[in-house]
């Protein structure tokens, strides 16, 4: 089966790289022509090209967009200009659905949102690595319109690659990874931000000095990329400012039982916290 | 020198090892009749008991407290009517200085306040080790009424311990370990109180199903150990409150920018946590 990949990038270039190990035929594309040649070199594709017309004159069955989350819909609505099969099956690996899915469907009836919840803190084909996906969740957001051969077309690439795959509704993943991935960003970038707030440099100055692993953690996220960071506050607006309206609550309940010296509720609120930590950590 | 630990869990217990490898005379003194016996054969201590009388009786010269930060002043107080010389110098290992240093120097003026920066998650004798306090900062909060002699000696013991000494006021100390240390705490547990109040329970089936690294970062001194959380707020309450107010100011100008979807200032803002945020981890 001939499969495209446009997006060589970590995720692009990895999927590329396990997909050929796989047997099947993957075809590349990428803006830039030196990305092209180290994606052919790694074998991550047997073939890239700049041009988005390689994945039309090929006829791959699959697409899959790897780009960033806002060049998934002007790739299919140039891909739709070269008159690619309708027949094409297209998935994406971006990190927000509702948006995504919405905006593609309209475009490509044989569009199924994706997302393998894979990655590091590197980017580009130089961070590409085998077995990326392995054992990591790969989330599939069909919607009504979408064949269950399509669903179970991707399905099957995704446990080749070692994923397991969970399926849901788009507004049902975006809510979820707001919570446990794109509130934290904020939540991080707040403590940081507040930090840079204190006036008095020999505070500020010991503070820098004192910081150990717990700033570090609690920072590690806030200090992330900016680019990713607007992006998923973009497309995914309306379920992290959800998420970040009860955090404030929370956070006020906190704030007030410390004002009042409620000793005993916040060492309950702390307990709590303590004991159900791990069920998202299992 | 004679020098006594009151306390001989982590931050005690490892002390004495170290104090006692410098050649020093350690006495212990413990409230567990078997935490006294473990310190002695361990060699954390030369001789251990659960009376504090033992420091009176041998006379040390030193007392190291380091009981929880509430046994702190009642320590002293016991202290005192055992008619311990009043010439013995007196410090603590609390990580809250301001209320320490007030209440222990009004009942011990030869008092001077100390914070060594060094722990680990474990807690207890048995998890005290040699060389816990190498390369860490020792911090001293001295008072206008304490000698120089006085600073001299416990400096030169930390010193001993290869620890670096950082000499500063108690409301500065409070301060600094508010913003790196306190903060973080409420910050990353009021992050796992917001998603428990997720009611969808797919949601949240899913959200515990994806969590990773960044929510595993961000939740870790959330999840912690609840007395100490109490402990620090209830102690260092003032400046805990004015860090959270900031935190709580920072927080609001995010959620404003996203929900204004002002993304060129969300941009800027995420940029400059992201090029701040090395300076507190030099």
Same sequence: chains 1, 2.
Avoid at 4 to 22: E, K, M, R, T, Y
Avoid at 84 to 105: A, H, Q
Wanted: glycine share 8%; hydrophobic share 40%.
């Amino acid at each position: 089966m001939k499969i495209g990949i446009v997006g060589l990038g970590l995720i692009g270039g990895s999927l590329g790289l396990d997909l050929c190990d796989q047997g099947f035929s993957i075809f590349g594309v990428s803006r830039q022509e030196k990305t092209c040649r180290k994606a052919e070199k790694i074998g991550a594709v047997n073939r890239a090209d700049v041009r988005l017309s390689l994945l039309v004159e090929v006829a791959v069955e699959i697409i899959f967009i790897c780009t960033p989350i806002d060049k998934i819909v002007s790739t299919i609505e140039e891909l739709k200009t070269l008159d690619l099969n309708p027949e094409t099956l297209i998935t994406d690996v971006g990190s927000v659905k509702s948006f995504v899915v919405r905006e593609c469907s309209k475009l490509w009836p044989n569009f199924v949102g994706g997302h393998p919840m894979a990655g590091t803190e590197k980017k580009g084909i130089e961070a590409a690595q085998k077995g990326l996906f392995a054992g990591a969740t790969y989330i599939l957001t069909p919607d009504s319109k979408n064949s269950a051969e399509a669903v179970d077309k991707l399905s099957n690439i995704a446990e080749l690659l070692g994923s397991t795959v969970s399926i849901c509704s788009p507004q049902i993943h975006d809510r979820a990874v707001a919570w446990i991935s794109h509130l934290p960003v904020i939540v991080s970038a707040s403590l940081i931000d507040a930090c840079l707030h204190e006036h008095d440099s020999e505070v500020l100055r010991l503070a820098q000095q004192l910081a150990s692993s717990g700033f570090r953690d609690t920072s590690r996220v806030g200090g992330g990329n900016p680019e990713l960071g607007v992006m998923m506050a973009r497309y995914n607006r309306q379920e992290l400012l959800r998420s970040l309206a009860q955090y404030r609550q929370s956070l006020d309940r906190l704030i007030e039982q410390i004002e009042q010296e409620d000793w005993r509720k916040l060492e309950e609120n702390l307990k709590q916290t303590q004991g159900v930590r791990h069920q998202f950590l299992a």
